[in-house]
């Protein structure tokens, strides 16, 4: 092994042939390193033509907090110009958290460009503080407008606490318009407390009218207060328009303390009646304290009497079952794993 390999073995562990995954050891990795590293890793694909057949690429640079804009944009316009073949990327930068809107924006400038192949698209910006809508709208317009080969599509905002209705409404104008080939989709908002009613009604608007193709979608707003029975009512309409073909579905809704049980009991009456193809089923209002006994109660029966192909079920309340007594919880576990494989409710 030369000095240069074995600099680099200090930093990324290599796995795969014609599928790479670089996976960041060392947290003090910083641009310079990084840029160093992408071309030699570049050369040595090129020597060997690995750039002409690889077809999946995953990079892991989660917590390296010394990577910056340049270091995201150096990295994009790398993969453009080496791997245009490329059919599954997955990039994750989870608590890069000196990340901003500029290096969102020139990755999927980048990506869009030359990656016509691109099917399965991951990308993680969790905990990036300093990413607002304008780097969502950007990237979501390069995504939608030149990647509508796209059957994957994982965007994961977690904590990215400037994020509001305006990015949520323009990445579902460009998802649900650009990308209607899209079997899987995941969003993941969770805790971007600027997000309301307004954007996720326009996500479902958007969702349920031109996704027809969708067999999984997982939906993270996980502490957005401002979600309400109102949104969830919303989801539950535009489910009847285009997502019949659903066999997976996820929601996480906790910590939404202005959910009730009017919403939850519209959901559960909507989901029965639109998604009879659903095969898995996971729903998470943990800690939504104006939830009752009355509502789990009415949903499950909805679930009972309407999924009759559901194999897989989760529904978790959180602290909401330490107010509720644990023989409902028995009685709906004993009800539910007579028809279905897999049943926890937490």
Do not use: P
Not at 182 to 202: A, K, P, R, V, Y
Not at 248 to 274: A, P, Y
């Amino acid at each position: 092994m030369t000095k240069l390999q074995k600099q680099f073995a200090n930093f990324f562990e290599m796995k795969g042939k014609d599928s790479i995954k670089a996976q960041a050891k060392n947290l003090e990795l910083d641009d310079q390193t990084l840029i160093k590293w992408i071309e030699y890793f570049i050369t040595n694909c090129s020597e060997g033509n690995l750039n002409e057949y690889l077809t999946k690429l995953e990079i892991g640079l989660e917590r390296c907090q010394k990577i910056t804009d340049v270091g995201i944009s150096s990295l994009g316009r790398h993969i453009r110009d080496s791997f245009m073949n490329l059919q599954h990327l997955e990039l994750d930068f989870e608590c890069c958290d000196q990340i901003t809107d500029r290096g969102v924006e020139s990755l999927g400038e980048y990506i869009g460009e030359n990656l016509i192949n691109l099917q399965h698209l991951y990308l993680n910006f969790s905990c990036s503080e300093e990413i607002t809508d304008s780097g969502v709208i950007k990237l979501v317009e390069n995504i939608g407008e030149k990647l509508q080969s796209l059957l994957h599509l994982e965007l994961i905002f977690y904590n990215c606490a400037q994020i509001s209705d305006k990015g949520l409404k323009a990445l579902a104008e460009h998802v649900g318009k650009g990308l209607t080939n899209l079997q899987h989709l995941q969003l993941d908002f969770g805790d971007c407390g600027e997000i309301s009613n307004e954007g996720f009604q326009t996500l479902c608007e958007h969702i349920g009218g031109n996704l027809n193709n969708l067999k999984y979608l997982h939906l993270d707003f996980r502490d957005c207060e401002q979600i309400t029975d109102t949104g969830m009512n919303s989801f539950g309409e535009h489910l009847e328009k285009s997502l019949t073909n659903l066999q997976q579905l996820h929601l996480d809704f906790r910590d939404c303390k202005q959910i009730t049980d009017k919403g939850l009991m519209n959901l559960g009456e909507l989901i029965g009646s639109s998604l009879v193809k659903l095969i898995s089923l996971h729903l998470d209002f943990g800690d939504c304290e104006q939830i009752t006994e009355t509502g789990v109660k009415i949903l499950s029966q909805s679930i009972e009497k309407d999924l009759i192909n559901l194999q897989h079920l989760h529904l978790s309340f959180g602290k909401l079952f330490g107010n509720i007594s644990e023989d409902l919880k028995k009685n709906l576990t004993e009800k539910f794993i007579k028809t279905i494989v897999s049943v926890n409710i937490v």
